[in-house]
């Protein structure tokens, strides 16, 4: 089983910046797609960014309308999420998780991790 570590979260203010990363144990890494989820207070867990095995196609939700990028270190068995333009609704757990390929990118293969809290203040 792949377990998942996410980091980076924190307090910011409306506008601003963060970098999320999410590191995967295991040799196999570079063979998933994978994709960060969020779960905002009181609501459902719903998939933000995915990105390809080589990192070559990338797929966003339409809230994120160019706000985030989405990368990948194979090297380093990581994921990111540069998130910019920041809002209030853009708070909340943010988590990674793998795919098959970047066709079934919402879906989610392993056990969740712990998550990291992003907290945006207006």
């Known amino acids: 089983q792949v377990q998942l570590v996410e980091s980076g979260g924190g307090l910011v203010q409306a506008g601003g910046t963060v970098r999320l990363a999410c590191t995967a144990s295991g040799p196999t890494f570079s063979t998933y797609t994978m994709t960060w989820f969020r779960q905002a207070p009181g609501k459902e867990r719903e998939p933000v960014a995915g990105?390809?095995?080589?990192?070559?196609?990338?797929w966003y939700g339409g809230f994120v309308k160019g706000r985030f990028i989405i990368s990948r270190d194979n090297a380093k068995n990581t994921v990111y999420l540069r998130m910019n333009s920041l809002k209030a609704e853009d708070t909340g757990v943010y988590y990674c998780?793998?795919?098959?390929?970047?066709?079934?990118?919402?879906?989610?293969?392993?056990?969740w991790g712990q998550g990291t809290q992003g907290t945006v203040s207006s």
């Open positions: 990105i390809s095995r080589d990192g070559g196609n990338t």
């Open positions: 998780n793998g795919a098959l390929d970047i066709a079934t990118v919402t879906s989610a293969l392993w056990s």
